[in-house]
């Protein structure tokens, strides 16, 4: 299985790899990677990976049906073998404004305190849908004004590692309503914003920036209906 470092150091930009593998569809398996893939309504990273002084553009990352994590080449890209060995390295710009704008997230969550039926997040903002009964969907501007508070506050964004059983004692760390935390390994990492948790604290597995303040403004795009249980709320950033 590959190594993923990001899980400990979100800002690391890059690292030394080797190939392990290369799927019928060119898709390169590494023995260890700095990038983050597709899950979690978190988009995959993109940026180069290095081998014998040729640069080969990866267009984003996955997991294939056995978990692999697996870096796509961009089209048209020199094909590797097995023991190449190079260096990867992050589209750090997009992944730090994904970074910014999944931490948001996080304070939408603790701002609306209902259950989450899906999400997803871009390089420019996101958008999280909500179980929301009829006359509690919250005002734009109200909304808008205490994230950015939170923001402004700075407050710490850590993470710390539970077991499975002490996630099943407490059930309610979990929003999601219809996706649950990856299973398979035994633990399960916390996402902690504010001291102790205090602002937000739930299982997630995505990339986060170290302090609220690190996320800058941000704008409250749209409060739509999308379905008897669904109101999507998305948020943007305002210096994406």
Not at 63 to 91: F, I, M, R, S
Not at 230 to 236: A, P
Request: aromatic residues 4%.
């Amino acid at each position: 299985m590959t190594a993923l470092l990001f899980r400990d150091d979100a800002y690391a930009k890059s690292c030394p790899v080797t190939v392990t593998g290369v799927n019928e569809r060119g898709g390169i398996l590494l023995d260890q990677t700095v990038f983050y893939a597709t899950a979690g309504g978190q988009p995959g990273d993109k940026g180069t990976l290095t081998v014998n002084g040729r640069n080969i553009a990866i267009a984003t990352t996955t997991y294939d049906e056995n978990k692999n994590v697996v870096h796509v080449p961009a089209e048209g890209q020199p094909a590797l073998a097995v023991g190449d060995a190079g260096t990867l390295t992050l589209d750090w710009g997009n992944r730090h404004r994904i970074m910014r704008a999944h931490t948001m997230m996080h304070l939408l969550c603790a701002a609306v305190p209902f259950p989450v039926t899906g999400s997803s997040i871009t390089d420019d903002g996101g958008r999280i849908d909500f179980d929301i009964p009829e006359g509690q969907i919250p005002d734009r501007v109200a909304l808008a004004e205490k994230i950015n508070g939170w923001i402004s506050e700075n407050h710490p964004v850590t993470t710390r590692w539970i077991t499975d059983e002490e996630l099943d004692a407490n059930p309610e760390l979990v929003r999601t309503m219809f996706v649950k935390p990856p299973r398979g390994t035994g633990k399960v990492r916390l996402v902690l914003i504010g001291d102790e948790g205090m602002l937000d604290l739930q299982p997630c597995g995505g990339t986060h920036v170290k302090s609220t303040g690190e996320i800058g403004a941000i704008g409250v795009d749209k409060i739509q209906n999308k379905g008897k249980i669904n109101r999507r709320i998305r948020l943007v950033l305002a210096n994406p």
